[in-house]
């Protein structure tokens, strides 16, 4: 039975595809970026600055926002859009990944993840049916199935047993949801690792049971970007064209404009605040490394050409200050840079698909990265 369509796809220009996603609480612009607040908060920044920076979504995290401050507290308190006071469309991962890599004591059985809280220790057993209760009491617009993720290079054993469980997991989510508000989503999440076969096998399973949208995961797990962009020429082909595809935890500027020219429409990824608070800002020509000694007396902002106020007016030189100096103003400003960056790079290549132009949008990108900082 197929669910609902909530994609609308606009435009084309090659494999690039732009298009529109309608959740209850707002519209989604493809190929879209979502900044990650794993917690219910996007580090370092206000949520006014992350809609400025042009965000239509958000992420947050079924795994830590279940240990603290609980699924249930959130639902009395109105839900996640509310509590956080971000009041747009929020999507929600199930906490599959975080147990792989934050746990402790974890076991996978056919019928959960048993593991102990990072947080206290407190046993905590997370099936598919639960992960799907947690992420409706959010209230989230988007919930992820929970899923098995395996680290790369792996065994083809473990990913074989991984991909199979994942799919029959994936059959329990969409039982689970059946009970879902009206125009809330679940996306399936294809795995098989670096394994063609079982791409293609996870993908038509989870097409036969039949989602909103489908995630790509189970890449930037290791892998060379080589072979996470082989995998997506795998799987992004056989999903359905009138639906979203979203690539979990990418990537860099480079991932994505590679993962976009290959069909991909969504993506996370905690690099923009991270690499901001450790000093490194992203920019049209390439990463800038803050640290470094060189910018001590460069009076020149990032980009005089960019829209984003602090990348056009801070100079170098006061960045690489406030960043020597530890001050929390550095890790702000480079953090709220980062995501303007990225959200930049999203309108950028709209655009261009919506203007036919991707190639020569995506050769003047490369164009520019290569040149790098001078
Ligand atoms: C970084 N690379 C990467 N992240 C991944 C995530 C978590 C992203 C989630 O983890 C957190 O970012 C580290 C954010 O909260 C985000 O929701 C994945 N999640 C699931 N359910 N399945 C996957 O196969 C998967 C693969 C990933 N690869």
Redesign the pocket.
């Known amino acids: 039975m197929s669910l609902p369509n909530h994609f609308e796809l606009l435009g084309q220009s090659g494999a690039a595809r732009t298009g529109r996603l309608t959740t209850p609480h707002g519209v989604v612009r493809t190929p879209a970026f979502m900044p990650?607040g794993?917690a219910g908060a996007m580090k370092g920044l206000h949520w006014r600055e992350v809609r400025d920076a042009g965000a239509d979504i958000v992420?947050?995290?079924t795994y830590?926002l279940m240990l603290r401050p609980g699924a249930e507290r959130i639902a009395a308190l109105g839900g996640l859009q509310r509590f956080t006071t971000w009041n747009g469309p929020m999507l929600t991962?199930?906490?599959?990944?975080?147990v792989m890599s934050l746990a402790q004591l974890r076991k996978v059985t056919e019928q959960a993840v048993k593991f102990r809280s990072h947080i206290d220790g407190a046993a905590i057993e997370l099936s598919p049916e639960r992960a799907i209760e947690v992420q409706l009491l959010l209230g989230s617009d988007i919930a992820?199935q929970l899923?098995e993720?395996v680290r790369l290079p792996a065994e083809r054993d473990d990913i074989l047993r991984a991909m199979e469980l994942s799919l029959r997991w994936a059959e329990r989510c969409k039982r689970a949801f059946e009970r879902a508000p009206e125009g809330h989503m679940l996306f399936g999440?294809v795995?098989g690792g670096d394994i063609p076969q079982l791409r293609h096998a996870s993908a038509r399973g989870l097409i036969e049971i039949g989602f909103h949208g489908y995630?790509i995961?189970?890449?930037?797990?290791g892998e060379p970007q080589e072979v996470m962009l082989a995998m997506i020429e795998e799987a992004a082909p056989i999903l359905p064209a009138d639906r979203p595809r979203y690539l979990?935890?990418?990537g860099t500027p480079e991932d994505i404009l590679e993962a976009v020219a290959r069909g991909i429409d969504m993506f996370?990824?905690?690099m923009p605040t991270r690499n901001g608070r450790h000093g490194v800002a992203f920019t049209r020509f390439g990463p800038v490394n803050l640290r470094n000694a060189r910018h001590a007396d460069d009076p020149r902002p990032l980009d005089e050409s960019s829209e984003w106020p602090s990348t056009r007016n801070c100079s170098r030189a006061y960045l690489h200050h406030l960043v020597k100096s530890g001050e929390t103003l550095g890790a702000m400003l480079l953090s709220e840079i980062n995501i303007a960056y990225y959200q930049s790079l999203m309108a950028g290549m709209r655009a261009a698909i919506a203007q036919g132009r991707f190639a020569e949008f995506r050769e003047q990108t490369h164009a520019d990265w290569a040149r790098g900082d001078i």
């Open positions: 990650v794993t992420l947050g995290n830590h991962d199930s906490g599959g990944f975080q992820m899923d993720c999440i795995q995630a995961g189970g890449l930037a797990v979990m935890g990418v996370d990824c905690v």
